[in-house]
């Protein structure tokens, strides 16, 4: 009876703030003479001319306050809730293998003509910029303000990350050295690079006891995540412990909210290019050593000038080396207590010759050592003449 008054009410009343039309369509505070959704709140919807079947449509007349089509809003006075919560939730279901058009959760914005800037979907987890939007400058699909997780494989074409100078301040060359004085390229070699797999996020009891008539939904979506969870389980990854990488380099690891450690590899790249810096000025130096080396080999005029001098440590040949290499060196004639040393990267001192004048190099094989970089020094009269690299490949 009060629906077949008000639709009564409403076809008398050009006027009516709320109209009923004999479909069983609503409008409220509508100009429109008929209209496309079943709930129309406002003064004409965007497809109120298409072919479109539209369950509720919120166009509030615009004014210079805060406008907003739809809101969903969840609030209790209780300290939790034990159920799920949707501020707004949008499902399209059992769609029989259509066209790839479906979505749960659609938003557009645009075109640039319309409008200065903003976002098709703005996501943020702080009430507050309800007051205090971000001003976005540009128009965006997407735009989110706050920490933003996906736990599942993320694809895209290209990925950018912010590194504008106009937004930098205390802006510094990076040094080759970190702050405990050892080289960049040092903590690269010393990086533990892993190969591994991903263990499984979902627990054995997932499923709790639920009502009779949701246990085959909650199965279907228990089926689905664990599908998921196997895509990301059953392939190899590859990696830096962030644990290890945290002692290294603590700006490059982020504990997020849930305990986890996280790598930073986009701005791992500096280092490596900083390494790269490093090794090409070593590759330099190394070929003008064996250059002036090559020049500056003593003969029988010059050799008592070239070696009562300095002392002189060259680089090793071969460089890289498989099996063995050789390190030369000259020593004045009064050099005492002289010793090629062996260090690893880290400093340990893994060998010590003892050399004398009379000598013009030594032997270093390749099992003696292991595969990786090296440190060697020549020492005379209790001080160090000169350190250079080695690398030991397979």
Not at 99 to 107: I, L, P, Q, T, V
Not at 256 to 279: F, H, K, T, W
Not at 349 to 361: A, D, Q, T
């Amino acid at each position: 009876m009060l629906t077949a008054a008000l639709a009564a009410l409403s076809l008398s009343s050009a006027n009516a703030q709320l109209k009923v039309e004999p479909s069983g369509k609503v409008g409220i505070m509508t100009s429109a003479s008929s209209f496309k959704p079943l709930l129309s709140v406002g003064t004409h919807s965007y497809f109120t001319y298409t072919n479109a079947n539209i369950g509720i449509a919120g166009c509030p007349q615009t004014m210079d306050v805060n406008n907003i089509g739809v809101e969903g809003v969840i609030s209790t006075s209780s300290s939790y809730t034990s159920d799920k919560n949707f501020g707004v939730l949008g499902i399209v279901n059992s769609m029989n293998n259509t066209h790839g058009r479906n979505y749960g959760a659609s938003g557009m914005i645009g075109p640039v003509s319309s409008c200065y800037g903003g976002a098709g979907v703005y996501g943020t987890n702080s009430l507050y910029y309800y007051d205090i939007p971000t001003n976005i400058q540009g128009l965006y699909a997407g735009y989110f303000e706050g920490p933003v997780n996906v736990s599942g494989l993320l694809n895209t074409s290209s990925m950018y990350t912010l590194s504008d100078s106009r937004l930098s301040e205390n802006v510094e060359r990076m040094s080759q050295n970190d702050e405990s004085g050892k080289e960049t390229l040092d903590n690269v070699l010393n990086m533990n690079v892993i190969e591994y797999s991903m263990k499984s996020r979902l627990g054995e009891n997932e499923i709790q006891s639920v009502e009779p008539d949701r246990e085959e939904d909650v199965q279907k979506a228990y089926e689905f995540l664990k599908e998921e969870d196997q895509k990301m389980t059953s392939i190899r990854h590859f990696g830096i412990v962030a644990e290890e990488l945290q002692k290294m380099y603590p700006d490059l690891v982020l504990e997020g909210q849930d305990g986890y450690l996280s790598v930073n590899y986009s701005e791992m790249v500096p280092l490596l290019i900083r390494s790269i810096q490093a090794l090409k000025k070593e590759l330099d130096e190394m070929k003008e050593e064996k250059a002036r080396s090559k020049n500056n080999t003593p003969t029988s005029s010059n050799m008592p000038e070239a070696m009562g001098r300095r002392n002189i440590l060259f680089q090793n040949t071969p460089n890289p080396f498989k099996e063995k290499t050789t390190i030369c060196f000259r020593l004045v004639e009064d050099a005492q207590n002289a010793a090629v040393c062996i260090f690893d990267m880290s400093g340990k001192l893994l060998k010590k010759i003892p050399v004398s004048s009379g000598m013009e190099s030594v032997s270093i094989n390749g099992y003696e050592l292991g595969e990786g970089m090296f440190l060697y020094t020549l020492m005379a009269n209790g001080r160090e003449v000169d350190t250079k690299r080695m690398v030991l490949s397979k």
